[in-house]
């Protein structure tokens, strides 16, 4: 406004002072003229912004529409992670965890967040002698090699059978797999491990070796006498 007044004051401070009746008329000649393009300018101004304010509202209602689809894409993901039996771990470039979801956090006795944001090598330990065997390699390295190596150039260790070491010093047999987080043009973004506890598995094959141990003599006291 004050850029616009000073424009329209500018002309008329050099006007001189009407000194006869047609001087007066052509001043006034010239008031209306400044006050007609005065009042265009201003009707283009509010064009303009109105324009602008409806660009705004449409670009807020899209940002608000794609913030509520990313809330339900964040709300569907974290129930799928919730509801999975098996624990998933994701690790960004820089090896620090991004997701730990609930089956993690009771197989490893890792509460989700102190475990969040931490580096994957400080959470995820192994047993100390353990032995690792899996598909592709007889024996292994470490889990934390395994994903900086999926890291590095997307390798995938599938099936690895590991001893991890629990914070109360209790350890958890699990298998599991990593590979790497790619996009859509296949830049790696990070790397997932999902595992599940064995513990119950190898309960059940300790009760079947007991139970075939149990078998045997018992098959040789109903076997017939030669």
């Avoid at 075939?212 to 040789?220: E, K």
Wanted: charge should be negative.
């Amino acid at each position: 406004p004050f850029l616009l007044s000073f424009r329209m004051a500018d002309p008329l401070s050099k006007l001189p002072e009407p000194k006869s009746p047609e001087d007066l008329a052509a001043a006034f000649h010239l008031s209306i003229q400044l006050t007609d393009e005065l009042l265009k300018l201003q009707s283009r101004l509010e064009e303009r912004v109105g324009a602008m304010e409806s660009e705004l509202s449409v670009a807020n209602r899209q940002l608000a529409e794609k913030l509520e689809e990313l809330h339900r894409a964040t709300q569907f993901l974290d129930s799928v992670l919730a509801s999975m039996h098996s624990g998933l771990i994701a690790v960004d470039r820089q090896e620090r965890i991004v997701a730990f979801n609930r089956a993690a956090e009771e197989i490893l006795g890792v509460k989700v967040p102190d475990a969040l944001g931490k580096p994957y090598r400080e959470i995820v330990k192994e047993k100390p002698g353990g032995r690792a065997t899996g598909k592709f390699r007889e024996s292994p390295g470490p889990a934390h090699a395994d994903v900086r190596e999926a890291l590095r150039g997307g390798a995938r260790h599938l099936n690895v059978e590991r001893e991890l070491l629990r914070p109360d010093g209790s350890t958890v047999g699990v298998n599991g797999s990593i590979s790497a987080l790619r996009d859509r043009e296949g830049t790696i973004l990070g790397a997932v491990e999902i595992f599940k506890d064995l513990s119950e598995t190898r309960r059940l094959e300790e009760r079947l070796e007991r139970a075939d141990r149990l078998a045997v003599p018992l098959l040789d006291l109903g076997a017939p006498d030669q």
